[in-house]
């Protein structure tokens, strides 16, 4: 889908996001209520869990303030310290209890839930469409006036596939939760931007990171775009319920939410294999909710696939990924370079060179993992529909039982990551790293991957032809794969490998001042950056290609 879609809703002020965030005071008023039925139906000794979290708060405003937190952060806890000491008698001890936990969850359901205008979002839409036209197309030399590109040729660069009219249909039907995989700080943004532009449904909800806030100008349109603001400098009991109560009660609401199951962006380039179950409990839970009340409103989980040629931050990303897993093993070697030339590169490669990226809507789920068709039916694994309801009954009535949920949520969490795979797609840029990585890795058996990374003060190179042969061998295998079902490839890719090898070198760390991976000459490949080769070879993590390239070399000695 290249073109520009209608809306299904036309008029931003009939949408859901709009009619929630107008009533943001009620449905604070609810979240209050809610967490708090929560927090003391969990905790048997609820002073406790108060002189904890005033404790942990009082620490976190002395040791690490941002300049976002409230002008009173610091004497507000230490008043709520003092006013719960104060208390004498049982009767004082305990009204104090329940009005300072009131407070404290007011105060963080204040801090968590955003809101959203119309007329800002509207701005939103002509400022990303400038922003990514200048980072997805081409400089056009000597036409300046030119050199943004064009609206149309924008679209193009963003490939939306996958369950489209589906995720339209059901969008209608029933609250849509977005589940994409996560590797960049673009990734809310472009999928937001993909879902106005190329599935014409209304804006979803999305968590950010409260320090982002720390930036006047880029708060005072974040708190007006429907994102919902995440502290995690908080790990008290309290805020983290109140943060979830926030995603349960918000989907029981019918607010549409676009969260990342694997809980930040992927440090090593590698697909997500295990997730985070707390917001899939809080989705399931909303769920139970629904069909608990008159509100029978079914809930929809869409995984997404996201997929780059090149991302931004990963230097930083695999540097942070090595020191995490390799500890005293890794030592990063410090590469004498001119920070004006890394700057230099960058803008060059920015203005005279284009790229892509790749959106996949996969098949979408009920919160059980179940199929789910284009009219909102749930379809079990025999092909028959299914009552979602009869997943949460016990003796013909639906009730509350958490270990039945954590089992959903473990089976959910499953059929995510299956779609994750089955359905990315892979390519060239990822296929060529992950082949040329392990020719030059199964020539370094000697060497831990934490000392082989750390060959970066010489450029290692590979012979093309070697090279050209495996990728060919690799490819071949995985049309087969394909034609099974179990793995999806772009269509440069099935072309094979010269194709393949051709476009995945124009593409692969296209902003990279050092090059993971290059045509040095007509025979040989050179890389000047082995970790960010590493970082794109990881992208096909899981995918067992390795099997095919098993003790296969083709390092040129050096």
Known sequence: MSSQVQHIIPDLDQWPITKFYNSRTEFIEALNNYVYDRIVEKNDDLRSLLEKTIYLEIQRTKSNPWKVDPSDDKSVWSKFGQQLSKAST???????????TKRIINRYAEEIVGGFSPKTFKFARKFLTSVFKRLFNSMRFPYLFKAWGKKEELLEKVNVTGKIEELRSLFQKGTVILVPNHFSNLDSILLGYAIDFKVGIPAFTWGAGL?????????????????YRVDRRKRNPIYLETLKGMSSLSQHFGLNNIFFPGGTRSRSGAMEQKLKYGLLQSTIEAQRLNLMTSNNRKIFIVPVVLGYHFVLEAQGLIEQHLRATGREKYTKIKVRESRWRRIWVSISNLMSKGTDVRIHFCQALDVVGNKVDIEGRSIDQTGQEVDLKEYFQKNEEVNKDRQREKIYTQVLSEKIIESYFRENIILSSHLVSFVAFELLRNSFPELSIFEFVNKTDKELELSKSIFVSK?????????EKENLGLITLSEVVKKGSEACLTEGLSKIGLFHPKKPLYLKTDQLLGSQNIKLLYFYRNRLEGFEIEDYIQNERALIKQ
């Open 211 to 227: 320090n982002l806030f720390d930036y006047e100008i880029l708060a005072h349109y974040m708190n007006r775009l429907g994102t």
């Open 471 to 479: 990728l060919q061998t690799v490819i071949d295998q995985l049309i």
């Open 90 to 100: 049982p009767e004082e001890k305990e009204a104090a209890v329940e009005n300072i």
